[in-house]
Structures are given as C-alpha cells and as structure tokens.
C-alpha cells in the first residue's frame, strides 16, 4: 500500500514545471457571476433565480408565513419539514402552517431515518447567503443540513436581505461560509437534466418545484 | 440484508438490470484502431446527427454566456491559477491532506489505477459494503472500478441519468459531460420499458421518472456513495461536486460512508479560485452561469449536524498524473473537465466518444489517453485530428491543445512508433523535396501523371497512390467544367 | 543566393508545392491581380515545401531538409514582402519556422524570413481602394471558408472579406460553418479518409442551404479538400481561391 509519503515523495521527485504565480485577487477580470455596476442585489437574485426556474416571492417578514402555507397547500405537501436555520421565522411559519391545517416537522427529528427524509413532500429551509449573479442560496450541513434542500419534491427557502451577496468573489471573501459545518451547498433552482435527447426535465433526484422568498429589510 | 431495508420508498429495480461492468483490460484502445472505432459511430446516422446538434448547440449556450464579459481575462487568471498550482502541486497536496484529515477525513493513496481498484474494494469489505450509489466520475471510469467492486460481491447504482442508461445497457460513456450524446430516446424507452416489464410512455418526462423511482429507493438503501471530485480545495481540505440532477448531493449525503476518488490534479489553492474556476467550469461544460448543485465538503457528519456521513474517504488518484510534471505535456494537468474541447472539435463532431477507445473523447482524450496509456497502445489518438486549434481557442483554461497533440506526434517519431512505411516515406520525401532540380522533375511528373489521368480537368481513377484520396473526393486539377 | 532574383520586383511570390503540382492556376491567378495593381513580382525559381506535411506529422528533420531548400530560395538578401496564397504555408513559415530551425545555422534565416511572409489576402486587403480603382465586377454568391491555420494561427478574418467586397455584383453570405474545419488536415485526408470526407460533407451541407454559386478560401488544401467533394458529388458549387476569383472579377 502506498502511504502518504511515498505518494508524495514520488510527486516531489519530479521536475518542476512553470510557475505564473497566483493572481492579484484586487484585479480579477469580470465574470458573468459577479453583481454588474448599478445593479441592486435582491433585483438581481430574484432574475437570475427565475431564469433558473425559480419561483421568487418577495416579501416583507410578516408574510413569510402565510406565502409558505400557501405554496404548501397548492403543492398539496402532506410531509412537511422545517430545518433549524429558519430560526428567525421558524414560529411564524410553523403558526401559519397549522392555521393551515398542516402538520409540519424537524428535519433534525426526520433526517436520522432516510426512509423518512426520503418520504417528505416538502422542505422549507433557511440559508446562510443567497448570491444574487448567480440566483443561487447556499445552505449548510449546521442548518440545512447536506440533503435538506433537495430531499422532497418541493423545497421553499426563506433569505433575508442582508444575506444576499454580489457574486462569486464576495461570497468566497466574505465570512458566511465560516460556521457552515461539515459542507456548505449551492442550489439554484430546480434538479434538471437533458441527458435524453437534450430535452430539459425539472425534478429529476430533487426538487422540481422550488422556491425562493426574499424577505425585504424592515 | 433485511425485509425491512427495502421497504423504504422508490421502486427497486429488477435483479439483474445492471449489464455486468466492464474490466480494466477492456477497452476498445488495445483492440481497434481509431478508423473502425470511428466507422461504427459513422454508420449510425442518428448518433452522428445527434452528436453535431448536441456539440453545436453545448458550443452555441457556452459563446452566449460570456457575451459582454472579459472572458479572455478570465480564461487568463485561471490558466494561472492551474499553472500555479500544479507548479505546486506537491505542496498543495501536503497542505490538502493535513486539513482534510483535521476534519475527519480518512485520505488513501492510490499510484496506479490497480491500486485504485485494491483500495475501494477493501474499504467495501471492511465496511461490509453490498450496495453503492455513485455519482458520475470519470476517475472511476479510468481505474474500471465497478469491475474491483463487482467482485467482492458489490451492487452498483450508477445515479446520474446518462451514467444510469450507460450502466443499463453496458455501454461506455461518449461525452464527459453528456454521457448518452449518442443515444437516442427511443433507445432509452426500449431499455427502460424492458426493465420496467411494461411499455412505459416514449417520452423523456416519463422515462426519467422511471429512473429517479428506481435510483430513489438505491439513495435510501445504499452502503456507501462514491463520487468523483471537480476540485480539492486546499486551504480548507474541500471536496467539491457540481451536478445538476441532485444525485451528486445525494450520493455524498444519504449513505452512512462517502468515498471520493479524485485525480491529484484536481488541486486549487484556495476556496476564491472557485470564483474564477467555477464560472468557466460550468459555463464552458453546459453553458450554465452555474450548475443546479454544487457541494463543498470537507469530512463527515459532526455534531449536531441532522444528516450526512459518518465516514469520509478520500482516494487521492496519480494513475500517470505525476509523470506529467514539469514535462512537456504538464499544461494537460490544468484540465478540467469541462467537455468545451469536445463540443467544438470537427473530428469528435464526427464520431463521438467512442472513437477515442478509452474514456476521455475529443482533443483532450487525444492527449490524455496516450500520456496515460502509452505511446504505443494510444500513440494513434494524437495523428485523429486535423490540428485545426479549435480547441485551444475555447479552453477555459488555456491549454495548448494543438501544441500538445504535435508534441505527441513528435514524440511517435523519436520513440520509433511511426510504421516503417511512413518513416520511408518522408525520408524519400526529404531526400527528392530537399533539392530544387529533383523537386521540379518530381511535380513534373506529378503533373503529367495527372494530367493523363484526368478527364476533363477531374482525377478521379482509383489508382493504388490516390486510393486514400480518390475513394470518396476526386482530384481537381483543371478547371472543372460548369 | 540565387542569382535570379527580380531586381524590379516589389514583391515575391511563392507558390507552394500544393500550387506547383495540382493549384498551378492560383499562383497565376494572384500573378494577374498584382499585374492589374501594378506591383511588379517574382517568382523565386527554387523554392520547394514550406515542410509543414513532416512538421504536422511530427517529422522535423525532413522538415528541416525540405525547408531548408525554400528557405535558401526566398533568402534573397533583400527585404521585399514574400507573398504567400496559403494561409496554411504562411503560418508555418511566419510562426513555425524559428522553432524548426532554432539551433541551426538556418535560424537567422528563418526569422528573416518569418518577418517577411504575408498571406496573400492580407497584402492585398492593404490594396482595396487600389482594387476598388480597377472596377473588379462578378455577379456571383459567394461564401467563405476560413482555413484553420490562417484563422486561428495568424488571426485573419477580415481581410479577405475585404478584398472580396471590393467586386461590384458580389454577394458575399456568412456561412454559418464558416469557421468549421474543412477536414483535409494534411496527412489526415490520407489516414482518415471516411473522417476527413464526412467532415466536407458537413461544410458543404451548409454551402448548399446558403444557395451560394461559388465557395472561397485562402487555402489551396481546404480547396482542394472541398472541390474534390464536391465534384465527385456533383454538387453545383464552385471552389476556387480568392487569386482566382478576383483574377476572374478583374478580367
């Protein structure tokens, strides 16, 4: 067995090739991930997610829990999770769902047994950022958990305002990654494939009916 | 395996639905030679037509997403940080491993593609592994790891759609991207309404339904997920995925133990590289400004976390990457992946993956699979190309491409892997085209020898020296009648 | 040096060995249009191969050898401009030649010369109102072929457009495949024919749908590629070099 100072050893030993040097961050070149001049943050996560076939709610915070128990009930989701990072609205919504005669759940009581998890309609979730260039949120395996968001066919998630970044580079630079756990996830709209004959199917092992509500500043 | 176990949601697929993996010392590559490869493909006009729209089209979406950015900035700062860190790569490494095992994760190190094979089988047996979802990777595909898995009494679950239908029919991947490019739905409606024991609708919705029911109770059942992995982080010890179909997440998330086998080459050196590498990943793969999921982990499940594994491994692959350092043929270490190189070469447009006959198609597998396989199994790939540089232009990361494939002809010549009669050929060549008064003579007699050949300005006999020519083309050499 | 060299001459011409066996007609045919520009030329007597079949398939020493002779041809001790109808010869010479012959005697040379070669279109798109002057006149469709080398290796795109928009009654069309490899790739055309054949079919698929009378490119190997394809098609397109139209335009 090859241990890890032979393979390393092995690698060492070779010549080394052309070194360009890592590139100045403060000059890097403009992407299509990155916030253009001008544009406002939630405007553009909210474009960026419907071109991803994300269905956008914006909203201010009282109305968080009634736009979730509504897109509940027309999903028709019996099986009914909340995972911890909805903290700052978790009552609300857990108020608004019962009105709604909906039964809700933890994912953190859910998720130990997969056959459960695997059993679920519906995941409404936090985050810890949302990137506007990109129209995606970033989930965390500290609150959302690895599969959180993209278990049950239909996957609601709550951000905030003050969450949202730019761009690649801002979320890379910025802390929010730092109290992600175990992993930290992009998602940005709804599970897709065109693997047969290039023709575009949502909801292939996740969630094809996703959607994003952006809670404005108060 | 308990009663209980299979009563979880899904619909299990019928014994024996997988065709029977296959063995490291089977590929086409040893066997054929790039032309009968390449007629087979050709003789399948569908697979042709549906491998130029779907290269077109994947060509087409990757040109429209960087409209109005500073895209040749951007393929210029990452040409730089994959040339950094493979000038580094050793170092990086180091730095990779301490931090991924800081986190829990339990690295191994796999030289060869055998060794590769030892090391996932035996953690299978230790951890008494009978079932695996996997998430596409193509270092599986190079060490043949269904096969080392297979044999110590594994049941593989190939989860990403294409993969799944390859794994289904026993096919090989053709793109590595779009894995059944050359397959066509009604193909697929066969297979599946086989598998199902009923016609299922002929429609994509529908089949691929089929699978997700199929490959949902394998995530809810399965021992293990083993992933590939698009980058290593090394500053943090990340794993990262991108997938669009979820099945990536899944594989990494639901399974008690993860195992990742990742090419060492994969290595970048902080987590903001990823805001230059990422775009370029997925904008150049799919024409995506992202993918639907991309998941960055490092180790398991910690505490207090609701889901995800309770082990991570990690296979670190060498397989012929090392050997590639501070050579001539280091830039194609800087790859990622992406498939762009595909998409726009005129030869793959033609035909396709399989033509390559190992497991990388197009330009890049026209590099790779001689460095990694040998001059003399591969040696061929590098002369199937026109050197038309269409590929070095749409390289997200620069890689000389055109420059590499010469250098890899040159290398058949000075290690002796030309056929004789070429190497004759040339050199009688040289000797007459070196020297004015015999050139002349010499196209003189060209000259003639068509002329007399030709009926009405048109040289179209099968003569023994035109026969590669004339076979399918005629030789103008006059004005051609209107 | 050889001791025919054009004292008068503005310009030299090399025709290349392509031109020298089946493409005769082109460096002819650019000899006219520089006749009606007025720009005297000549014709180095010994030049031979540029040695790009040995240099793409990896041989670089009969490269060298067959090089060397053209090399010593075109090395006439002036500095006139060596126009080239080949964007594919071109880029050998002008890019391929100083590595060919680094560490040789010849490298000199070979850098001398690198700086001297032009592609043919490229001199003459520096002409174009000159042209415009002479009333060049065809009513034809026409498409045109960018040839790899000259396209992605010396980055000339225009240029030729240019010269051909010069002709009244010229309808130039942007093929969409424009840019597509034609599929003659040297040796390639031998070692694959099926390949290389199939890879016209697809280029001329696309000049067919476009209902263009004649095809144009800057390459005498894609030329000969296309033409040959498509007559043994009996496709009714012709495929000539922009030498020969233009000749024909000024006639």
Redesign the interface.
Known sequence: MTDRASFLAAIRSTPRGLDPGLPDRREAPDAPTQLRAGEERPDRLQAEAEAASTIVHRVTAVDVGATVASVLVQADAQRIALTTDLAPFADDVQAALVAAGLTVTDYVEVAPDRARAGALDATVTGCIAAVAATGSVVTSAAGAGRAGALIAPTHICVVRDEQIVGGLHELFDGDALAEAGSLFALQSGPSRSADIEKVLILGVHGPGNVHLIIVAPD | MSATRE????TPLPPGWAKPAHQPDAFELTTTT??ER??KT?ARPFA?G?I???TD?AAALTTA??VG??HE??R??A???R??A?????DY??QW?DQAER?GTI?H???DES?ARR?VAQICTDQQITRVVKSKSMASEEVSLNSALEAVGVDIYE????EF?VQAMGDRPGHVI???LHR??DE?HELFSAMAGHELPNE??A??AF??EG??HA???ADAGISGGNFLIAETGDVLLVT????G??T???PPIHIALVG?EKVL????D???L??LLT?HGTGQ??????????????Q?????PEQMHVV?L?AGR??L???EF?EALHCIRCGACQNVC??Y???GGHAYGWVYGGPIGAVLTPLFRGQEEAGEL?????????C??VCPVKIPLHDLL?N??????AEGH?PRH??VA??L??QV????LL?RAS?AV??GS?RALARNG?V?AKSPLLR??T???????G??P? | MPDDVGMTAAVQLFPTCIGDVVAQQTATDAERVLDALGIDHHRPSATTCCGQPAYNSGHDGPARAVAKATLKALDDGSDLPILVPSGSCTSMVRLHWRELFHGTPEAEAATRIARRVRELSSYLAEHTDALRELKPSLAVRVGYHDSCHMLRELRIKEAPREVLQTVAGLELVELDSSERCCGFGGTFSGRYPDVSVAMADTKIDDMVAAKIDVLVSSDPGCLMQLAGRMSRQGTPVRAVHLATLMAEALA
């Open positions: 009563d979880v949601g899904g790039f032309a390449a007629a050709m042709r549906a130029a729209n779907a089209h997403r960087f950015t500073d900035a951007l210029e700062e040409r730089k940080i040339a950094h493979i000038a580094n790569l050793p490494l180091d491993i986190k690295v190190y796999a030289a060794e090391i989860t990403d759609l294409g239908v779009a894995p059944i066509t739905k697929v994509a919705e089949l691929t699978a997700r490959l949902r995530f809810l059942t669009n179909e979820g099945n997440r899944l990494t998330s639901l060492i050196p902080r987590r903001r990823l805001a230059v990422l775009p904008g400004q992202i993918t639907t999921y991309v998941s960055v982990s490092a180790g398991p499940r910690r207090g976390e609701p889901d995800g670190l060498d090392s050997a350092l501070g050579g280091e005129p030869v447009r033609q035909v590098a002369q199937a190309t026109t050197l038309c540089g269409a070095d232009d010469l890899l002809r040159r290398r058949s010549d030309v070429e190497q040339f050199a060549w040289a085209w070196s020297r004015p050139y196209t060209a000259r068509l048109v179209s590669r020519w076979a399918g083309r005629d030789l103008v050499v004005k051609r209107r």
